[in-house]
C-alpha cells in the first residue's frame, strides 16, 4: 500500500533552536515505517515545499485546465494514497496553521474513506499532545479518521539528531516500537479500507461534496 507521510511546519528559522524540529520527527517516522513495514512505500509531503499564496483558493475551485501544477500534482498523491501520516507542531495548544492550511487546499473527496495517524512533536514536555486532540476532529471532517494511537514526541531535540536518528543509540529500538503501535493500526485499517473500496465505491455510494455547498444542506 501507499501512505504520505505530512511534514506540517514551514517554520526554518530560529529560534527557538534547532530549526526544523520537526524534520527530524518525521525522518524518524519514515525509518520506523520503512522498517517495520518495507513492504509498504512511504512518501514526504513537506509544506515548505508548497508555495500556496495569500489569497486562498482550493484545488477545487480551478477550472481543470488552469489548475497550478504544484496543487495537481499534490492532488494526484493525495488520491493515489492508502493512508496518511500526519506530523504536527504545537502552537497555542493548536495544530500547525501551515498544515492546515496545506490540508484545506483540497476537498474531502480525496482523503475520505482512508486512515490517518497523528503525531505531534515539541521542544517542551508535552509532545503536543494538546495540538492533537484538535487535530482528530480537524481529519474527520477531511474524510480520513485518525486510528485511535497517537505519537507524541515531548523535547524530540534531545531524542533526534538531524538525521532523524535517535541520539541515544540504546534508544532506537523502543521508540521504532512506540511509533509502529500507531503505524500497526494505519496500515491495518488502511488494509480494511482498500479491500472494502474494491469492493465497494463509496463515492458512488454517497456523492462527493464536489460543486456547491447545498449538496450537503437537510431536505
Same mark, same amino acid.
Given at each position: 500500500?501507499?501512505?504520505?507521510?505530512?511534514?506540517?511546519?514551514?517554520?526554518?528559522?530560529?529560534?527557538?533552536?534547532?530549526?526544523?524540529?520537526?524534520?527530524?520527527?518525521?525522518?524518524?517516522?519514515?525509518?520506523?515505517?520503512?522498517?517495520?513495514?518495507?513492504?509498504?512505500?512511504?512518501?514526504?509531503?513537506?509544506?515548505?515545499?508548497?508555495?500556496?499564496?495569500?489569497?486562498?483558493?482550493?484545488?477545487?475551485?480551478?477550472?481543470?485546465?488552469?489548475?497550478?501544477?504544484?496543487?495537481?500534482?499534490?492532488?494526484? @498523491?493525495?488520491?493515489?494514497?492508502?493512508?496518511?501520516?500526519?506530523?504536527?507542531?504545537?502552537?497555542?495548544?493548536?495544530?500547525?496553521?501551515?498544515?492546515?492550511?496545506?490540508?484545506?487546499h483540497f476537498g474531502s473527496s480525496l482523503f475520505s474513506y482512508k486512515p490517518s495517524a497523528i503525531v505531534t512533536y515539541s521542544a517542551g514536555q508535552w509532545g503536543g499532545?494538546?495540538?492533537?486532540?484538535?487535530?482528530?476532529?480537524?481529519?474527520?471532517?477531511?474524510?480520513?479518521?485518525?486510528?485511535?494511537?497517537?505519537?507524541?514526541?515531548?523535547?524530540?531535540?534531545?531524542?533526534?539528531?538531524?538525521?532523524?536518528?535517535? @541520539?541515544?543509540?540504546?534508544?532506537?529500538?523502543?521508540?521504532?516500537?512506540?511509533?509502529?503501535?500507531?503505524?500497526?493500526?494505519?496500515?491495518?485499517?488502511?488494509?480494511?479500507?482498500?479491500?472494502?473500496?474494491?469492493?465497494?465505491?463509496?463515492? @458512488?455510494?454517497? @456523492?462527493?461534496?464536489?460543486?456547491?455547498?447545498?449538496?450537503?444542506?437537510?431536505?
Amino acid at each position: 500500500m501507499k501512505f504520505l507521510i505530512f511534514l506540517g511546519s514551514v517554520r526554518d528559522s530560529t529560534p527557538p533552536r534547532p530549526a526544523r524540529l520537526g524534520e527530524r520527527v518525521a525522518k524518524s517516522c519514515i525509518a520506523c515505517f520503512n522498517t517495520h513495514f518495507p513492504e509498504h512505500e512511504i512518501v514526504l509531503v513537506d509544506a515548505l515545499d508548497y508555495s500556496l499564496g495569500a489569497v486562498f483558493k482550493p484545488h477545487f475551485s480551478y477550472s481543470q485546465s488552469k489548475v497550478p501544477m504544484p496543487l495537481e500534482e499534490l492532488a494526484q @498523491k493525495i488520491e493515489w494514497a492508502d493512508g496518511y501520516v500526519m506530523v504536527s507542531p504545537e502552537y497555542n495548544h493548536s495544530m500547525s496553521p501551515a498544515l492546515a492550511n496545506l490540508l484545506n487546499h483540497f476537498g474531502s473527496s480525496l482523503f475520505s474513506y482512508k486512515p490517518s495517524a497523528i503525531v505531534t512533536y515539541s521542544a517542551g514536555q508535552w509532545g503536543g499532545m494538546r495540538a492533537a486532540i484538535g487535530m482528530r476532529t480537524f481529519l474527520s471532517e477531511l474524510g480520513c479518521l485518525p486510528v485511535s494511537s497517537m505519537i507524541h514526541v515531548p523535547k524530540a531535540q534531545e531524542v533526534f539528531d538531524e538525521d532523524g536518528e535517535t @541520539k541515544d543509540v540504546a534508544d532506537r529500538s523502543e521508540w521504532f516500537g512506540y511509533f509502529a503501535r500507531t503505524f500497526q493500526q494505519l496500515v491495518w485499517w488502511a488494509q480494511a479500507t482498500t479491500d472494502h473500496r474494491a469492493k465497494v465505491d463509496p463515492h @458512488k455510494m454517497i @456523492k462527493s461534496f464536489l460543486t456547491d455547498p447545498s449538496q450537503r444542506n437537510a431536505p
